[in-house]
């Protein structure tokens, strides 16, 4: 069983950066595909990112890669979430998801998740 555990949201003004990170415990870290979700009220789940365990190949969501950088420190069993330049719309619980086996763009594609971390955007 693995455990991830989010940290890193809060309360930031638009145009403001914010660095999420999740710990992940229970799994040798590097077997791991490790992803970052997020999901605002009244709305689905929504791919931000994805991160590969070996070749480290990065993908992101539709109009997610100019402001969003994946990455992670297997010295530390730690995958970040860089946020910059940030606008209201970004407001939203951002979850740490994790598999060993394969990855996607779906929330059902993942197995393991973390409890999520609140990230509000002020305008």
């Known amino acids: 069983q693995v455990q991830l555990v989010e940290s890193g949201g809060g309360l930031v003004h638009a145009g403001g950066s914010l660095m999420l990170s999740c710990v992940a415990s229970?799994?040798?870290?590097?077997?791991?595909?490790l992803a970052w979700f997020r999901q605002a009220p009244g709305k689905e789940r929504e791919f931000v990112t994805t991160i590969i365990r070996n070749s480290g190949a990065t993908y992101y969501g539709e109009y997610m890669k100019d402001r969003f950088t994946i990455s992670r420190d297997n010295a530390k069993n730690t995958v970040y979430l860089q946020m910059v330049n940030l606008k209201p719309d970004d407001t939203a619980v951002y979850y740490c998801?994790?598999?060993?086996?394969?990855?996607?763009?779906?929330?059902?594609?993942?197995?393991?998740w973390g409890q999520g971390t609140q990230v509000t955007v002020s305008s």
């Open positions: 229970g799994r040798t870290f590097t077997q791991l595909n």
């Open positions: 998801a994790g598999d060993d086996s394969g990855w996607g763009r779906r929330a059902a594609d993942w197995y393991y």
